[in-house]
């Protein structure tokens, strides 16, 4: 006999408080989450209202923030026309090769913004500035709208599209009033998370030679040792990404798609292109080209020109075992904390798991360069050992990839109901006994997928790195940084290569499944 209980009975247990080893972490990780609020608020009281806005109303402040808008709103546009018209074309069209396409055109994804900007640059300068960074970006982030608008129009009910056809809607009245609509939530998703991405960009921007508020905040902070400047333009970052985040949040939450009924498990007929066929075609090779084919030939040009004059195999071996050692530590580190904060907001009621369930959020609106700014004030006054440590960089590792790693997990641990602990305990079974014997085996797949994905980020994570590494410590994505900075583009190759190789095999994995393995 089978029963289905409600939500609240199955992952709220009422009348119980969670354990101590719950409880801690996510209270460390609630007061680091707040210690960038509480840095730029001290740095702004120490300067003091006047001063404060001496430093803010500058024609050069103002200069960034027309370079940042400006930079945020055409490489979302761009992605989200370019995501929605791939989207449409590949799922929807009876294109020749649609699925390996899908591959193809995910490639640049696997690809680091900053090694994208990277082989441009080498190519010509003509690529720095505005005009060059919203092309490079548009080429690099175009597939965070791709995917998810793809994933919708896969699984999309066909009925109410049928449905307005039959009421006399032409295919154009169909798409705008039935399909559109169905695709706004996808669509607004991946492009805020691209405007997000676009106002902490760091990397590329740098060597695109775009000022922006990242790359003023590094300059005030690193070159000039003005934390004053470099705190007011954090503060102004931060309240634009809070707006983004809150942004994100309304329009998540501002409504919902739902039909009463199951509806039929089918796909749309393809639509026959006719004599479009070759546009289509001619439309997937050409991004094909500027979003991967260009950068990689760019990459192997100078990776054959580093190789022919010198081919330093004892420094790239140091820059790979560090970044491998940094990034599996990150992830580890990032995962002990998710497990916890995942556990607190599923299992759970109280002030404390409302703020655990905020947290990722407002971890993933700040920015990584403001993140390290706040632990080098607060390592250098209150922790001066901390300072230049491994576990320090490790620590922000773990507090800007927090939202992948919880992601999956809170995902899995709401499936394993805690029933089956229960019934442990009742058999002796100390609490967190009865959790590692039972539950953890069940979620197991999700935390290796959370692993992973914070793995693969912490690989290419580059401002904090700058920042916080010990001295002496080099990575692979600060090698690049290193060299392009120096226009020692053959130099740079070989970890470019590296970090491409190391994130396009899972990515190159993932599209294959979802295209060529597609029934």
């Not at 590949?90 to 090769?97: A, H, Q, S, V």
């Not at 307005?164 to 169905?182: E, M, S």
């Not at 695709?183 to 695109?208: D, T, Y």
């Not at 369930?357 to 971890?363: I, S, T």
């Amino acid at each position: 006999m089978s029963m289905t209980l409600p939500a609240a009975a199955v992952f709220v247990p009422r009348g119980k408080r969670p354990s101590i080893w719950v409880v801690l972490p996510v209270l460390f990780l609630v007061g680091l989450s707040l210690l960038p609020l509480l840095y730029v608020g001290m740095k702004t009281w120490e300067a003091g209202w006047r001063e404060a806005l001496h430093l803010l109303w500058r024609p050069f402040v103002w200069g960034l923030m027309r370079n940042t808008l400006a930079l945020m709103a055409g490489v979302t546009v761009a992605c989200a026309l370019i995501g929605l018209s791939l989207a449409w074309l590949l799922e929807r069209c009876d294109l020749p090769g649609r699925r390996l396409w899908g591959v193809i055109l995910c490639l640049p994804f696997a690809m680091p913004a900053f090694v994208s900007g990277f082989t441009w640059v080498s190519l010509s300068p003509r690529f720095e500035g505005l005009g060059g960074a919203i092309l490079v970006m548009s080429l690099s982030k175009y597939p965070l709208v791709f995917l998810p608008v793809a994933a919708t129009l896969r699984n999309l009910d066909t009925s109410l599209e049928e449905s307005a056809r039959t009421l006399g809607q032409n295919r154009w009245g169909v798409f705008f009033r039935i399909t559109l609509p169905l695709l706004w939530p996808s669509i607004l998703g991946g492009s805020l998370l691209i405007a997000l991405h676009m106002l902490v960009e760091f990397g590329a921007l740098s060597i695109l030679g775009l000022q922006t508020f990242t790359t003023a905040i590094y300059q005030q902070f690193e070159l000039e040792f003005s934390n004053a400047n470099a705190a007011m333009l954090s503060a102004v970052l931060l309240v634009m990404c809070l707006s983004m985040l809150w942004l994100e949040l309304k329009v998540r939450g501002s409504g919902r798609h739902v039909r009463i009924g199951q509806g039929v498990a089918r796909r749309a007929a393809p639509l026959t292109m006719g004599a479009l066929m070759p546009v289509g075609q001619l439309y997937c090779l050409l991004l094909a080209v500027l979003g991967s084919g260009i950068p990689l030939a760019m990459l192997a040009y100078w990776l054959k020109v580093g190789s022919s004059a010198a081919f330093p195999v004892a420094d790239i071996t140091r820059a790979l075992l560090t970044s491998l050692s940094v990034s599996l530590g990150g992830a580890g580190l990032s995962l002990l904390l998710a497990l916890p904060v995942s556990l607190l907001v599923v299992r759970y009621r109280g002030h404390l798991a409302i703020w655990a369930e905020r947290l990722p959020y407002l971890l993933h609106a700040l920015p990584g360069l403001v993140i390290a700014l706040t632990l080098v004030f607060f390592a250098l006054h209150y922790v001066p050992a901390l300072y230049q440590t491994t576990g320090l960089l490790l620590l922000a590792y773990a507090l800007l990839f927090l939202p992948l790693a919880q992601a999956p997990v809170r995902t899995a641990l709401t499936k394993a109901a805690p029933q089956l602990e229960e019934a442990a305990r009742t058999l002796g079974a100390s609490p967190f006994s009865a959790f590692c014997r039972v539950t953890l085996p069940i979620i197991f797949p999700a935390l290796a997928a959370a692993f992973a994905l914070v793995f693969l980020d912490a690989m290419k994570e580059l401002t904090a790195t700058l920042l916080l590494s010990p001295t002496g410590m080099t990575t692979l994505a600060t090698e690049v940084w290193a060299h392009t900075a120096n226009v020692e583009f053959a130099a740079a190759a070989p970890y470019a290569a590296l970090l491409v190789l190391v994130s396009g095999l899972p990515v190159y994995i993932l599209t294959t499944r979802m295209y060529l393995n597609r029934a």
